[in-house]
Protein backbone atom coordinates (compact mmCIF):
# COMPACT_ATOMS: atom_id res chain seq x y z
CA UNK A 1 0.00 0.00 0.00
CA UNK A 2 1.03 3.87 -1.18
CA UNK A 3 0.04 6.00 1.34
CA UNK A 4 -0.04 10.16 1.22
CA UNK A 5 -1.37 12.97 3.61
CA UNK A 6 -2.79 16.29 2.76
CA UNK A 7 -3.41 19.24 4.39
CA UNK A 8 -2.25 18.36 8.13
CA UNK A 9 -3.47 21.11 10.10
CA UNK A 10 -0.17 21.92 12.50
CA UNK A 11 2.81 23.80 12.49
CA UNK A 12 4.30 24.44 9.23
CA UNK A 13 7.63 22.57 10.39
CA UNK A 14 5.92 19.33 10.56
CA UNK A 15 7.22 15.69 10.48
CA UNK A 16 5.11 12.74 9.70
CA UNK A 17 5.34 9.01 10.43
CA UNK A 18 2.95 7.14 9.59
CA UNK A 19 2.21 4.08 11.16
CA UNK A 20 -0.32 1.55 9.85
CA UNK A 21 -1.41 -1.15 12.83
CA UNK A 22 -3.67 -4.16 11.86
CA UNK A 23 -6.12 -4.51 14.55
CA UNK A 24 -6.99 -8.40 16.47
CA UNK A 25 -9.79 -8.64 19.33
CA UNK A 26 -7.53 -8.21 22.50
CA UNK A 27 -3.57 -7.81 20.82
CA UNK A 28 -2.39 -4.55 19.07
CA UNK A 29 0.49 -5.53 16.48
CA UNK A 30 2.29 -3.39 14.25
CA UNK A 31 2.41 -4.09 10.41
CA UNK A 32 4.72 -1.30 8.71
CA UNK A 33 5.79 1.85 9.10
CA UNK A 34 6.67 4.45 6.62
CA UNK A 35 9.99 7.29 6.24
CA UNK A 36 9.85 10.42 8.09
CA UNK A 37 9.06 13.23 5.65
CA UNK A 38 10.43 16.62 7.09
CA UNK A 39 8.81 20.29 6.71
CA UNK A 40 5.96 19.34 4.89
CA UNK A 41 1.99 19.49 5.46
CA UNK A 42 1.11 17.32 2.62
CA UNK A 43 3.71 14.48 2.52
CA UNK A 44 3.59 11.32 0.09
CA UNK A 45 5.45 8.97 1.60
CA UNK A 46 7.84 6.63 -0.67
CA UNK A 47 8.42 3.38 1.62
CA UNK A 48 5.26 1.14 0.79
CA UNK A 49 3.70 -1.09 3.31
CA UNK A 50 3.14 -4.94 2.57
CA UNK A 51 0.75 -7.04 4.12
CA UNK A 52 -1.22 -10.41 3.07
CA UNK A 53 -5.12 -9.35 2.08
CA UNK A 54 -7.55 -12.40 2.46
CA UNK A 55 -11.08 -11.55 0.98
CA UNK A 56 -12.97 -13.83 3.69
CA UNK A 57 -11.70 -11.80 6.50
CA UNK A 58 -12.71 -8.46 7.75
CA UNK A 59 -9.41 -7.26 8.55
CA UNK A 60 -9.50 -3.81 10.96
CA UNK A 61 -6.77 -1.25 10.18
CA UNK A 62 -5.39 1.95 11.93
CA UNK A 63 -3.43 4.20 10.52
CA UNK A 64 -1.85 6.65 12.42
CA UNK A 65 -0.04 10.12 11.58
CA UNK A 66 2.65 11.62 13.91
CA UNK A 67 4.77 14.48 13.89
CA UNK A 68 8.29 13.29 15.19
CA UNK A 69 11.17 16.02 16.81
CA UNK A 70 13.29 13.13 18.17
CA UNK A 71 16.36 11.91 15.98
CA UNK A 72 15.46 8.55 17.01
CA UNK A 73 12.54 8.52 15.49
CA UNK A 74 11.05 7.68 19.23
CA UNK A 75 7.17 7.50 18.45
CA UNK A 76 6.45 7.63 22.19
CA UNK A 77 8.40 11.11 22.65
CA UNK A 78 6.06 12.30 19.38
CA UNK A 79 3.05 13.74 18.96
CA UNK A 80 -0.02 12.31 17.85
CA UNK A 81 -1.52 14.38 15.05
CA UNK A 82 -4.61 12.18 13.42
CA UNK A 83 -5.45 8.33 12.95
CA UNK A 84 -7.53 6.44 10.51
CA UNK A 85 -9.93 3.33 11.54
CA UNK A 86 -11.15 0.90 8.22
CA UNK A 87 -11.18 -2.32 7.01
CA UNK A 88 -8.69 -3.70 4.43
CA UNK A 89 -11.34 -4.80 2.35
CA UNK A 90 -12.71 -1.22 1.80
CA UNK A 91 -9.27 -0.05 0.82
CA UNK A 92 -8.95 -3.23 -1.90
CA UNK A 93 -12.33 -2.10 -3.42
CA UNK A 94 -11.41 1.54 -3.90
CA UNK A 95 -9.03 2.91 -6.69
CA UNK A 96 -7.90 5.55 -4.56
CA UNK A 97 -9.29 4.96 -0.89
CA UNK A 98 -9.30 8.74 1.32
CA UNK A 99 -10.54 9.93 4.46
CA UNK A 100 -10.05 12.40 7.03
CA UNK A 101 -7.29 11.93 9.76
CA UNK A 102 -9.59 12.23 12.93
CA UNK A 103 -8.16 13.80 15.79
CA UNK A 104 -10.24 13.90 19.26
CA UNK A 105 -13.77 13.81 16.97
CA UNK A 106 -12.07 16.75 14.39
CA UNK A 107 -11.39 16.64 10.98
CA UNK A 108 -7.19 17.26 10.89
CA UNK A 109 -6.72 16.94 6.67
CA UNK A 110 -6.66 13.51 4.60
CA UNK A 111 -5.13 10.24 4.08
CA UNK A 112 -5.06 8.48 1.02
CA UNK A 113 -4.47 5.13 0.48
CA UNK A 114 -3.70 3.25 -2.57
CA UNK A 115 -3.56 -0.42 -2.89
CA UNK A 116 -1.72 -2.58 -5.75
CA UNK A 117 -1.18 -6.32 -5.74
CA UNK A 118 2.02 -7.71 -5.87
CA UNK A 119 3.46 -10.46 -8.07
CA UNK A 120 3.29 -8.91 -11.73
CA UNK A 121 0.66 -9.91 -14.31
CA UNK A 122 -1.15 -13.37 -14.06
CA UNK A 123 -1.42 -15.53 -16.75
CA UNK A 124 -3.03 -18.76 -17.22
CA UNK A 125 -1.25 -21.93 -19.14
CA UNK A 126 -3.57 -23.87 -21.44
CA UNK A 127 -1.29 -27.32 -22.34
CA UNK A 128 -2.51 -30.05 -24.51
CA UNK A 129 0.10 -32.67 -23.80
CA UNK A 130 0.36 -36.41 -25.48
CA UNK A 131 3.27 -38.89 -24.65
CA UNK A 132 4.68 -40.73 -27.35
CA UNK A 133 6.63 -44.37 -27.05
CA UNK A 134 6.88 -43.85 -23.22
CA UNK A 135 8.73 -46.84 -21.39
CA UNK A 136 6.71 -49.90 -20.69
CA UNK A 137 7.22 -50.37 -16.56
CA UNK A 138 4.79 -52.81 -16.04
CA UNK A 139 5.71 -56.74 -15.99
CA UNK A 140 2.44 -57.85 -17.61
CA UNK A 141 0.96 -54.73 -19.72
CA UNK A 142 1.95 -51.39 -20.72
CA UNK A 143 2.22 -48.56 -18.02
CA UNK A 144 -0.30 -45.98 -16.68
CA UNK A 145 1.33 -42.84 -16.81
CA UNK A 146 0.71 -39.11 -15.82
CA UNK A 147 2.57 -35.93 -15.53
CA UNK A 148 3.33 -33.66 -12.54
CA UNK A 149 4.42 -30.04 -13.03
CA UNK A 150 6.82 -28.47 -10.29
CA UNK A 151 7.87 -25.03 -9.80
CA UNK A 152 11.62 -24.18 -8.70
CA UNK A 153 11.77 -22.47 -5.40
CA UNK A 154 14.62 -19.90 -4.25
CA UNK A 155 16.58 -22.81 -2.76
CA UNK A 156 16.62 -24.71 -6.12
CA UNK A 157 14.48 -27.19 -4.78
CA UNK A 158 10.78 -28.03 -6.49
CA UNK A 159 7.26 -27.65 -5.59
CA UNK A 160 3.93 -29.53 -7.27
CA UNK A 161 2.14 -27.33 -9.66
CA UNK A 162 0.05 -29.65 -10.96
CA UNK A 163 -0.69 -32.92 -11.46
CA UNK A 164 -2.59 -34.66 -14.53
CA UNK A 165 -5.35 -37.51 -14.60
CA UNK A 166 -3.71 -41.24 -15.00
CA UNK A 167 -4.21 -42.80 -18.43
CA UNK A 168 -4.22 -46.66 -17.64
CA UNK A 169 -2.66 -49.03 -19.88
CA UNK A 170 -1.19 -47.15 -22.68
CA UNK A 171 2.62 -45.78 -24.26
CA UNK A 172 1.04 -42.90 -26.26
CA UNK A 173 -1.42 -41.24 -23.77
CA UNK A 174 -3.26 -38.16 -24.71
CA UNK A 175 -3.82 -36.03 -21.48
CA UNK A 176 -7.24 -34.14 -21.02
CA UNK A 177 -6.51 -30.47 -21.94
CA UNK A 178 -5.51 -28.83 -18.43
CA UNK A 179 -5.09 -24.73 -17.34
CA UNK A 180 -2.29 -23.72 -15.06
CA UNK A 181 -1.87 -20.08 -13.85
CA UNK A 182 1.68 -18.95 -13.96
CA UNK A 183 1.71 -18.09 -10.70
CA UNK A 184 1.40 -21.50 -9.18
CA UNK A 185 3.68 -22.74 -12.45
CA UNK A 186 6.75 -20.59 -11.98
CA UNK A 187 5.67 -17.85 -9.76
CA UNK A 188 5.32 -15.50 -12.82
CA UNK A 189 9.39 -15.63 -13.52
CA UNK A 190 9.11 -16.52 -17.02
CA UNK A 191 12.66 -17.88 -17.20
CA UNK A 192 12.26 -19.73 -13.61
CA UNK A 193 12.57 -23.93 -14.26
CA UNK A 194 9.27 -25.51 -14.57
CA UNK A 195 10.03 -29.62 -14.06
CA UNK A 196 7.90 -31.89 -15.49
CA UNK A 197 8.16 -35.70 -14.40
CA UNK A 198 6.34 -38.20 -16.24
CA UNK A 199 4.98 -41.35 -13.87
CA UNK A 200 3.87 -45.00 -14.10
CA UNK A 201 1.01 -45.32 -11.39
CA UNK A 202 1.27 -47.87 -9.10
CA UNK A 203 -1.72 -48.54 -6.68
CA UNK A 204 0.53 -48.70 -4.12
CA UNK A 205 1.43 -44.88 -4.28
CA UNK A 206 4.90 -46.10 -5.23
CA UNK A 207 4.99 -44.58 -8.50
CA UNK A 208 8.08 -45.43 -11.12
CA UNK A 209 9.66 -42.64 -12.75
CA UNK A 210 9.76 -42.72 -16.81
CA UNK A 211 12.15 -39.72 -17.49
CA UNK A 212 11.60 -35.94 -16.76
CA UNK A 213 11.82 -32.75 -19.05
CA UNK A 214 12.39 -28.85 -17.94
CA UNK A 215 11.40 -26.24 -19.64
CA UNK A 216 10.11 -22.30 -19.06
CA UNK A 217 7.30 -20.30 -19.47
CA UNK A 218 9.55 -18.10 -22.16
CA UNK A 219 9.96 -21.32 -24.09
CA UNK A 220 6.08 -22.53 -23.61
CA UNK A 221 5.37 -18.94 -25.25
CA UNK A 222 6.78 -19.47 -28.37
CA UNK A 223 6.17 -23.03 -28.84
CA UNK A 224 4.14 -24.29 -31.82
CA UNK A 225 1.91 -27.73 -32.31
CA UNK A 226 4.24 -30.54 -32.24
CA UNK A 227 7.36 -28.99 -30.27
CA UNK A 228 8.50 -31.89 -28.34
CA UNK A 229 10.69 -32.95 -25.08
CA UNK A 230 12.70 -35.84 -25.08
CA UNK A 231 12.32 -38.00 -21.48
CA UNK A 232 14.91 -38.53 -19.55
CA UNK A 233 15.27 -40.70 -16.71
CA UNK A 234 18.31 -39.49 -14.62
CA UNK A 235 20.02 -43.12 -13.80
CA UNK A 236 20.21 -44.03 -17.53
CA UNK A 237 21.43 -40.90 -18.59
CA UNK A 238 24.97 -41.47 -20.03
CA UNK A 239 24.59 -45.15 -20.19
CA UNK A 240 25.39 -46.46 -23.65
CA UNK A 241 22.33 -46.93 -26.17
CA UNK A 242 20.30 -44.66 -24.11
CA UNK A 243 18.43 -41.80 -25.85
CA UNK A 244 15.37 -40.83 -24.00
CA UNK A 245 12.66 -42.72 -22.26
CA UNK A 246 9.60 -41.63 -24.85
CA UNK A 247 8.82 -38.42 -25.94
CA UNK A 248 6.15 -35.35 -24.82
CA UNK A 249 4.45 -33.94 -27.89
CA UNK A 250 2.95 -30.68 -27.69
CA UNK A 251 -0.47 -30.59 -29.26
CA UNK A 252 -1.60 -27.33 -28.61
CA UNK A 253 -0.41 -24.39 -26.27
CA UNK A 254 -1.53 -20.82 -25.47
CA UNK A 255 -0.81 -18.41 -23.02
CA UNK A 256 -3.34 -16.05 -22.04
CA UNK A 257 -3.48 -12.91 -19.70
CA UNK A 258 -5.29 -13.44 -16.39
CA UNK A 259 -6.72 -10.57 -14.44
CA UNK A 260 -7.32 -11.35 -10.64
CA UNK A 261 -10.06 -10.68 -8.45
CA UNK A 262 -8.75 -7.19 -7.03
CA UNK A 263 -8.03 -6.87 -10.16
CA UNK A 264 -11.52 -6.43 -11.48
CA UNK A 265 -12.79 -5.20 -8.09
CA UNK A 266 -10.37 -2.04 -8.73
CA UNK A 267 -11.87 -2.12 -11.63
CA UNK A 268 -15.46 -0.98 -10.63
CA UNK A 269 -17.08 -4.30 -10.72
CA UNK A 270 -19.84 -4.21 -7.77
CA UNK A 271 -20.52 -7.39 -5.82
CA UNK A 272 -23.99 -7.12 -5.28
CA UNK A 273 -25.26 -9.44 -2.02
CA UNK A 274 -28.65 -10.53 -2.12
CA UNK A 275 -30.27 -12.30 1.28
CA UNK A 276 -32.78 -15.42 0.80
CA UNK A 277 -34.16 -16.45 4.33
CA UNK A 278 -36.64 -19.97 5.42
CA UNK A 279 -39.97 -19.17 7.02
CA UNK A 280 -41.17 -22.39 6.80
CA UNK A 281 -43.15 -23.94 9.51
CA UNK A 282 -40.18 -26.36 10.51
CA UNK A 283 -38.06 -23.67 12.29
CA UNK A 284 -40.99 -23.72 14.87
CA UNK A 285 -43.25 -21.08 16.52
CA UNK A 286 -40.56 -17.89 16.64
CA UNK A 287 -42.58 -16.76 19.82
CA UNK A 288 -41.33 -20.27 21.62
CA UNK A 289 -37.13 -19.68 23.00
CA UNK A 290 -36.67 -23.23 21.24
CA UNK A 291 -37.81 -21.84 17.88
CA UNK A 292 -35.00 -21.34 15.04
CA UNK A 293 -36.54 -17.47 14.76
CA UNK A 294 -36.59 -16.97 18.66
CA UNK A 295 -35.37 -13.49 18.66
CA UNK A 296 -37.11 -12.99 22.95
CA UNK A 297 -35.87 -10.61 25.41
CA UNK A 298 -35.25 -7.28 25.50
CA UNK A 299 -33.10 -5.59 22.63
CA UNK A 300 -30.27 -4.69 24.93
CA UNK A 301 -30.12 -8.45 26.57
CA UNK A 302 -31.62 -10.73 23.81
CA UNK A 303 -29.06 -13.32 22.19
CA UNK A 304 -29.25 -13.80 18.28
CA UNK A 305 -30.49 -16.55 16.63
CA UNK A 306 -28.67 -18.93 14.29
CA UNK A 307 -29.64 -16.67 11.43
CA UNK A 308 -29.21 -13.41 12.64
CA UNK A 309 -25.52 -14.21 13.17
CA UNK A 310 -24.75 -16.11 9.80
CA UNK A 311 -26.34 -12.93 8.45
CA UNK A 312 -23.78 -10.66 10.29
CA UNK A 313 -20.68 -13.07 10.09
CA UNK A 314 -20.85 -13.22 6.10
CA UNK A 315 -22.28 -9.83 5.67
CA UNK A 316 -20.07 -7.95 7.34
CA UNK A 317 -16.97 -9.08 5.03
CA UNK A 318 -19.28 -8.60 1.74
CA UNK A 319 -20.64 -4.78 2.41
CA UNK A 320 -17.14 -3.60 1.93
CA UNK A 321 -17.25 -4.31 -2.01
CA UNK A 322 -20.88 -3.25 -2.47
CA UNK A 323 -21.00 1.07 -3.22
CA UNK A 324 -24.47 1.79 -2.40
CA UNK A 325 -24.91 -0.68 0.32
CA UNK A 326 -28.69 -1.46 -0.75
CA UNK A 327 -29.55 -5.27 -0.10
CA UNK A 328 -32.53 -7.15 -1.78
CA UNK A 329 -33.66 -9.51 0.50
CA UNK A 330 -36.64 -12.06 0.29
CA UNK A 331 -38.16 -14.66 2.65
CA UNK A 332 -40.10 -17.80 1.58
CA UNK A 333 -42.14 -20.75 2.80
CA UNK A 334 -44.79 -17.95 4.67
CA UNK A 335 -48.38 -17.42 4.61
CA UNK A 336 -48.90 -13.16 4.15
CA UNK A 337 -51.05 -10.87 5.19
CA UNK A 338 -54.10 -10.12 4.71
CA UNK A 339 -54.85 -13.09 2.50
CA UNK A 340 -52.89 -15.68 4.10
CA UNK A 341 -51.51 -17.29 0.70
CA UNK A 342 -47.95 -18.84 0.90
CA UNK A 343 -45.05 -16.63 -0.51
CA UNK A 344 -41.99 -18.60 -1.88
CA UNK A 345 -40.42 -15.14 -2.47
CA UNK A 346 -41.53 -11.97 -0.65
CA UNK A 347 -39.41 -8.79 0.36
CA UNK A 348 -38.50 -8.97 4.05
CA UNK A 349 -39.72 -4.95 4.40
CA UNK A 350 -42.78 -5.44 3.27
CA UNK A 351 -42.44 -3.74 -0.05
CA UNK A 352 -43.13 -6.13 -3.22
CA UNK A 353 -41.90 -3.38 -5.27
CA UNK A 354 -38.53 -2.49 -3.82
CA UNK A 355 -37.04 -5.22 -1.38
CA UNK A 356 -33.96 -3.04 -0.67
CA UNK A 357 -32.60 -2.69 2.59
CA UNK A 358 -30.08 -0.15 3.54
CA UNK A 359 -27.03 -2.16 4.82
CA UNK A 360 -27.00 -5.34 7.06
CA UNK A 361 -28.98 -3.49 10.10
CA UNK A 362 -31.41 -2.51 7.44
CA UNK A 363 -31.71 -6.36 6.61
CA UNK A 364 -31.94 -7.20 10.17
CA UNK A 365 -34.55 -4.78 11.27
CA UNK A 366 -36.17 -6.15 8.34
CA UNK A 367 -36.39 -9.52 9.65
CA UNK A 368 -37.06 -8.46 12.88
CA UNK A 369 -40.30 -7.29 11.87
CA UNK A 370 -41.39 -9.51 9.35
CA UNK A 371 -41.06 -12.39 11.60
CA UNK A 372 -43.57 -10.82 14.26
CA UNK A 373 -45.78 -10.20 10.89
CA UNK A 374 -45.78 -13.45 8.44
CA UNK A 375 -46.99 -17.35 9.88
CA UNK A 376 -44.32 -19.67 8.97
CA UNK A 377 -45.61 -22.39 6.65
CA UNK A 378 -44.11 -23.92 3.64
CA UNK A 379 -43.10 -26.20 1.98
CA UNK A 380 -39.13 -25.50 1.44
CA UNK A 381 -38.74 -24.26 -2.09
CA UNK A 382 -35.23 -22.12 -2.96
CA UNK A 383 -35.96 -22.31 -6.71
CA UNK A 384 -37.50 -18.86 -7.03
CA UNK A 385 -35.35 -17.04 -5.07
CA UNK A 386 -32.35 -18.12 -7.19
CA UNK A 387 -33.92 -18.02 -10.21
CA UNK A 388 -34.62 -14.56 -9.36
CA UNK A 389 -31.32 -13.46 -8.93
CA UNK A 390 -30.39 -15.17 -11.63
CA UNK A 391 -32.69 -12.73 -14.00
CA UNK A 392 -30.63 -9.70 -12.12
CA UNK A 393 -27.12 -11.10 -13.27
CA UNK A 394 -28.95 -12.46 -16.84
CA UNK A 395 -29.35 -8.68 -17.03
CA UNK A 396 -26.15 -7.52 -15.30
CA UNK A 397 -24.48 -10.63 -18.46
CA UNK A 398 -25.72 -8.22 -20.85
CA UNK A 399 -23.77 -5.57 -21.03
CA UNK A 400 -20.97 -7.68 -21.63
CA UNK A 401 -18.66 -6.12 -19.52
CA UNK A 402 -17.45 -6.98 -15.67
CA UNK A 403 -19.31 -4.84 -14.00
CA UNK A 404 -21.43 -6.77 -11.56
CA UNK A 405 -21.27 -9.93 -9.79
CA UNK A 406 -24.16 -11.02 -7.65
CA UNK A 407 -23.73 -13.26 -4.01
CA UNK A 408 -26.91 -15.01 -3.20
CA UNK A 409 -26.93 -15.87 0.58
CA UNK A 410 -29.80 -18.62 1.09
CA UNK A 411 -30.02 -19.48 5.02
CA UNK A 412 -32.98 -22.22 5.65
CA UNK A 413 -33.28 -24.87 8.25
CA UNK A 414 -33.76 -28.44 6.05
CA UNK A 415 -33.91 -30.33 3.16
CA UNK A 416 -35.27 -28.62 0.19
CA UNK A 417 -38.76 -29.88 -1.05
CA UNK A 418 -37.74 -28.44 -4.75
CA UNK A 419 -34.53 -30.29 -4.80
CA UNK A 420 -34.60 -31.13 -8.68
CA UNK A 421 -35.87 -27.75 -9.42
CA UNK A 422 -33.28 -25.90 -7.84
CA UNK A 423 -30.51 -28.15 -9.28
CA UNK A 424 -31.77 -27.49 -12.57
CA UNK A 425 -32.01 -23.49 -11.79
CA UNK A 426 -28.79 -23.58 -10.32
CA UNK A 427 -27.32 -25.43 -13.56
CA UNK A 428 -28.80 -22.36 -15.27
CA UNK A 429 -27.58 -19.86 -13.26
CA UNK A 430 -23.59 -21.33 -13.65
CA UNK A 431 -23.26 -19.62 -16.86
CA UNK A 432 -23.95 -16.16 -15.06
CA UNK A 433 -22.29 -13.81 -12.83
CA UNK A 434 -23.45 -15.32 -9.85
CA UNK A 435 -22.21 -17.65 -6.65
CA UNK A 436 -24.35 -18.91 -4.18
CA UNK A 437 -23.89 -19.52 -0.53
CA UNK A 438 -26.12 -21.78 1.83
CA UNK A 439 -25.84 -21.97 5.21
CA UNK A 440 -28.07 -25.02 6.86
CA UNK A 441 -29.36 -23.54 10.13
CA UNK A 442 -30.52 -25.86 13.17
CA UNK A 443 -29.64 -29.47 13.51
CA UNK A 444 -31.52 -31.04 10.76
CA UNK A 445 -29.63 -34.07 8.43
CA UNK A 446 -27.92 -32.06 5.41
CA UNK A 447 -26.46 -34.64 3.21
CA UNK A 448 -29.08 -34.21 0.64
CA UNK A 449 -27.95 -30.67 0.39
CA UNK A 450 -23.87 -31.48 -0.33
CA UNK A 451 -25.14 -32.35 -3.40
CA UNK A 452 -25.02 -28.87 -4.43
CA UNK A 453 -21.92 -28.20 -2.95
CA UNK A 454 -20.00 -29.90 -5.87
CA UNK A 455 -16.34 -29.65 -4.77
CA UNK A 456 -15.69 -33.28 -6.35
CA UNK A 457 -17.85 -32.99 -10.00
CA UNK A 458 -19.68 -30.77 -11.62
CA UNK A 459 -23.49 -30.40 -10.58
CA UNK A 460 -25.51 -32.62 -13.06
CA UNK A 461 -29.19 -33.54 -13.42
CA UNK A 462 -30.29 -36.06 -16.61
CA UNK A 463 -28.26 -35.44 -19.04
CA UNK A 464 -27.71 -31.53 -17.81
CA UNK A 465 -24.07 -30.48 -16.08
CA UNK A 466 -23.30 -27.50 -14.80
CA UNK A 467 -20.47 -24.93 -16.42
CA UNK A 468 -18.98 -24.59 -12.98
CA UNK A 469 -19.27 -24.91 -9.54
CA UNK A 470 -21.19 -21.81 -8.04
CA UNK A 471 -22.65 -23.22 -4.65
CA UNK A 472 -21.02 -23.26 -1.06
CA UNK A 473 -22.61 -25.10 1.47
CA UNK A 474 -22.19 -25.35 5.30
CA UNK A 475 -24.24 -26.62 8.31
CA UNK A 476 -24.06 -23.71 11.07
CA UNK A 477 -23.78 -26.10 13.75
CA UNK A 478 -19.88 -26.74 12.80
CA UNK A 479 -19.01 -22.95 13.74
CA UNK A 480 -21.19 -22.99 16.98
CA UNK A 481 -18.10 -23.35 19.15
CA UNK A 482 -15.63 -20.95 17.50
CA UNK A 483 -16.13 -17.43 16.04
CA UNK A 484 -18.31 -16.55 13.79
CA UNK A 485 -15.55 -14.90 11.19
CA UNK A 486 -14.41 -18.67 11.00
CA UNK A 487 -18.16 -19.59 9.52
CA UNK A 488 -17.46 -16.22 6.79
CA UNK A 489 -14.27 -17.57 6.00
CA UNK A 490 -15.53 -21.18 5.15
CA UNK A 491 -18.06 -20.12 2.64
CA UNK A 492 -16.30 -16.73 1.32
CA UNK A 493 -12.84 -18.10 0.87
CA UNK A 494 -14.10 -19.73 -2.83
CA UNK A 495 -15.88 -16.71 -4.23
CA UNK A 496 -12.72 -14.79 -5.22
CA UNK A 497 -11.57 -17.63 -7.40
CA UNK A 498 -15.28 -17.82 -8.96
CA UNK A 499 -15.57 -14.47 -9.69
CA UNK A 500 -12.14 -14.32 -11.40
CA UNK A 501 -12.34 -17.07 -12.89
CA UNK A 502 -15.63 -15.98 -14.63
CA UNK A 503 -14.50 -12.58 -16.01
CA UNK A 504 -11.56 -14.45 -17.53
CA UNK A 505 -13.12 -17.32 -19.20
CA UNK A 506 -15.83 -14.47 -20.60
CA UNK A 507 -12.29 -12.74 -21.38
CA UNK A 508 -13.84 -9.57 -20.00
CA UNK A 509 -11.23 -7.07 -18.96
CA UNK A 510 -11.21 -4.77 -15.71
CA UNK A 511 -13.58 -2.08 -16.55
CA UNK A 512 -10.75 0.78 -15.73
CA UNK A 513 -7.79 -0.65 -16.97
CA UNK A 514 -6.54 3.13 -17.21
CA UNK A 515 -5.63 2.75 -12.99
CA UNK A 516 -3.76 -0.50 -13.22
CA UNK A 517 -1.49 1.30 -16.29
CA UNK A 518 -0.95 4.54 -14.02
CA UNK A 519 0.18 2.65 -10.99
Given at each position: MSLKSCGIKLDVWCLCDITLILIHKILFSQIGRTERIDDNLNPKFHKQIVMDYHFEEVQKLVFKVFDIDDNNNDISQADFLGKLECTLGQVVSSTNFTRALDYNGRDYGTITIHAQEQGGEQQSVHLSLKGVKLDKKDWFGKSDPFLEFHRQLLDGSYALAHRTEVKMKTLNPSWKPMKINSRRLCNNNPDGVIKVECYDWNKSGSHDLIGVFTTTLAELEGVSAGKSWALVHPSKKGKRGYRHSGEIIAENIQIKREYSFIEYIQGGCELNFVVGIDFTGSNGNPQDPSSLHYIGGSRAYRNPNQYVEALKAVGQVVQDY????????????????????????????????????????????????????????????????????????????????????????????????????????????????????????????????????SDDKLLSIGSRVAKRDIVQFVPFREFKNVPLSKLAASVLEELPGQISEYFNEKRFQPLNLAHFHNH
Open positions: DSDQLYPAFGFGARLPPTWNVSHQFSLNGDPHNPDCQGIQGILTAYEQCINTVQLYGPTNASPIIGNVARMAREALHQQQASNYYILLMLTDGILTDMDQTIHTIIEASELPMSIIIIGVGDADFDDMERLD
